[in-house]
């Protein structure tokens, strides 16, 4: 018979997802003794204080089984009440569908795409490692915690499982520990057609600690079985519980059934029947509330940390206090002056360069007073230039600033988002644009979650030349700007690469994507008013030498700024005057009041975008009396300035188009 402790985890999920009409009941009644054990025995954690800083973190990576976080969360004394509970998936709840980070005190991250919540997890053991090296003193270890994960058979097939935990286990991530739900069933039904590889063999390929064979629903087994997995510090740990989907249930235990439907009156009064279990729904006697009730272990837990905080900030202020301000997310006091006085410096070198050249040097910059950025690439460090001078590779003996994250894009952005996550650390990684598609789902979880990972993406267009158009992107960039809450800065010099850069590490609440060129580009000289009109996403770059004549404006972004600059000229010997607009960033310029977006686009001027992209996105900026110089189908293989010429960059075309409107 299954404890009632465990069996508590069970009637709150089967309530409220009988309640809601919709649901996953089976995985949280299969997983109800693996949680009651981790959460009431290993779990470091303060309900008073959900973000204390050295808790253990904890994912649901199948994040269906969201009523297991929610009842656990409930029975431990978060801030849930019964009736959060009894509001399951009902319209801003603090119990949605799938676990939303920032609606429930408790969760960690948002999961519900599988196997992004592992990946998650490894950026969050991987932040702990990371501040581990850079802020403990001996016996003074302020940053010790484990990061604990469940998953489930649908995490496991998906590729980016196979992605992140290759990496964790070469990078020894030691404090990483899976609890695998291994209960055969998924929504199809038995697994074996579909999904027969050997977990614990896989595992043990990537260089894991791996415990097998235990027996999900024995609460003796899962305990050694975490014991041993905490006791192997070098490798992280999967623990392969045998388990029952629907554990349980009086008449469909075992069966896929149980995985995504309320289990339905019936059948739940039959189960509580054959568990003995004697409440009305959402009713749990106080006997369970209290030996659930984790607040006075928590309190006393984080009393212990601060106690030993006390001493390491007497013995070491200055570290304390900057491992505060990094935790909290905090920029140094002087950042602001800091990339002003950066920002002359680059205007005054005015270089002609790449703006991939360009955000390498913004990096090197920021980097000086930003220590908590953590950078990498997907295997391109030398295409993407995501190294600087201060950058310490991260391998299995030592744990650096940089990751090379080898060729994960996917990986690579999930964990970015757990290291943003876990906090202390200011997370970077890069690729190549094209491949933005590879990790498109985890940029959306970075957005949804409002947190602030830095997304680089260089080899921006048809720029890239010869390796055609497998490599070159002609919808990325548009797509990207589509997704809600997602920056995207496409700058046109080093000008404008610093500022997106000094934004994207100062944002909080958003994600950025920097896109940058192969080729190189004019640095373009601006005014003190034109330097700070960039931070508003766009700005008149070049005006017209008589504004009152003007009959165009040029809109253009990138590598086709220093295009648009060169045909204003064309048109000024012409006896045409026209405005050049640099728009790095759409999202800031919509954000702008009117008065300014009128400054810059006035309504009564015809407008012509120039982008080396797919044209649909910048329709509403030109109106019906403008027109788009866009790329509309795939690219070609063929030297830059070929491609450009094939495709209508000519100064020699956006002449053409403007006569055609004025």
């Given at each position: 018979m299954p404890s009632q402790l465990a069996n508590a985890i069970r009637f709150l999920a089967m309530d409220a997802i009988e309640q809601a009409n919709s649901g996953h009941p089976g995985a949280p009644m299969g997983m109800a003794e693996m949680a009651t054990v981790l959460w009431r025995e290993f779990l470091q954690h303060n309900p008073n204080n959900p973000k204390f800083y050295n808790r253990d973190r904890f994912v649901l990576s199948n994040?269906?089984?969201?009523?297991?976080?929610?009842?656990?969360?409930?029975?431990?004394?978060?801030?849930?009440?019964?009736?959060?509970?009894?509001?399951?998936?009902q319209l801003h709840s603090k119990t949605p569908g799938h676990p939303e980070y920032g609606y429930t005190d408790g969760v960690e991250t948002t999961t519900g795409p599988l196997g992004q919540g592992i990946g998650n997890a490894v950026g969050m053991a991987l932040a702990e490692k990371i501040l581990a090296e850079q802020f403990n003193k001996p016996?003074?270890?302020?940053?010790?915690?484990?990061t604990f994960v469940l998953v489930g058979d649908g995490c496991l097939m998906e590729g980016i499982s196979h992605e992140v935990c290759s990496l964790a286990g070469t990078l020894k991530l030691g404090k990483l520990i899976v609890l695998y739900d291994d209960n055969n069933i998924s929504i199809d039904g038995k697994v074996d057609n579909w999904f027969s590889?050997?977990?614990?063999?896989?595992?043990?390929?990537?260089?894991?600690?791996?415990?097998?064979?235990?027996d999900g629903h024995d609460e003796t087994a899962i305990r050694a079985a975490i014991n041993a997995a905490k006791a192997e510090t070098e490798k992280p740990s999967i623990i392969c519980c045998k388990t029952k989907i629907g554990k349980g249930s009086a008449n469909k235990e075992g069966s896929h059934k149980t995985h995504g439907a309320p289990l339905g009156t019936e059948e739940i009064a039959a189960t509580r029947t054959a568990l003995n279990w004697p409440h009305a729904p959402f009713t749990i006697s106080d006997e369970i509330y209290q030996s659930w009730n984790a607040i006075e272990a928590g309190e006393k837990l984080e009393q212990q940390w601060q106690d030993q905080f006390q001493l390491y900030q007497q013995q070491y202020p200055a570290e304390a206090a900057?491992?505060?301000?990094?935790?909290?997310?905090?920029?140094?006091?002087?950042?602001?002056?800091?990339?002003?006085?950066?920002?002359?410096?680059?205007?005054?070198?005015?270089?002609?360069?790449?703006?991939?050249?360009?955000?390498?040097?913004?990096?090197?910059i920021l980097a000086k007073i930003l220590p908590e950025f953590v950078g990498g690439s997907a295997d391109l460090t030398p295409s993407n230039l995501t190294n600087w001078s201060g950058s310490i590779s991260t391998t299995p003996e030592k744990t650096g600033n940089y990751i090379h994250y080898g060729v994960r894009e996917f990986g690579m952005a999930a964990i970015m988002n757990g290291l943003s996550l876990h906090g202390g650390v200011k997370p970077f990684g890069a690729t190549f644009l094209m491949f933005s598609e590879y990790a498109r789902n985890a940029l959306r979880m970075a957005a949804l979650m409002k947190i602030n990972p830095i997304f680089v993406f260089t080899h921006d267009s048809i720029g890239l030349g010869e390796d055609g158009p497998t490599h070159q992107p002609i919808e990325q960039i548009a797509t990207l700007r589509l997704i809600p809450n997602m920056s995207v800065w496409r700058p046109c010099d080093s000008a404008e690469s610093l500022i997106a850069w000094a934004d994207a590490a100062a944002a909080s609440t958003h994600p950025s994507c920097l896109i940058f060129s192969r080729q190189s580009l004019p640095f373009l000289p601006r005014d003190s008013k034109q330097l700070a009109n960039i931070r508003r996403g766009g700005y008149v770059l070049k005006a017209a030498s008589n504004e009152k004549e003007a009959k165009a404006v040029l809109i253009a972004t990138g590598s086709e700024v220093e295009l648009a600059v060169k045909a204003q000229e064309k048109l000024h010997q012409m006896g045409i005057a026209t405005h050049v607009v640099s728009m790095p960033n759409t999202?800031?310029?919509?954000?702008?009041?009117?008065?300014?977006?009128?400054?810059?686009?006035?309504?009564?001027?015809?407008?012509i975008a120039i982008e080396a992209g797919v044209s649909d996105s910048w329709y509403k900026y030109i109106g019906s009396n403008g027109a788009i110089i866009g790329i509309d189908r795939f690219g070609e293989s063929a030297p830059a300035e070929q491609l450009f010429k094939e495709f209508g960059f000519t100064v020699d075309h956006v002449v053409d188009v403007v006569k055609t409107l004025i």
């Open positions: 994040g269906h089984a969201s009523m297991l976080l929610y009842s656990l969360l409930h029975l431990s004394g978060y801030n849930l009440s019964i009736e959060e509970l009894k509001n399951f998936r016996g003074l270890n302020i940053v010790d915690h484990h590889e050997n977990i614990p063999e896989r595992f043990q390929s990537y260089g894991w600690h791996t415990v097998s064979n235990v900057e491992f505060i301000r990094r935790m909290d997310g905090e920029l140094p006091q002087q950042y602001d002056q800091y990339v002003q006085n950066a920002l002359q410096e680059v205007c005054a070198k005015a270089e002609k360069i790449a703006t991939r050249k360009a955000s390498q040097n913004s990096i090197e999202r800031i310029f919509d954000q702008q009041d009117q008065a300014y977006r009128d400054s810059v686009l006035p309504a009564h001027l015809p407008c």
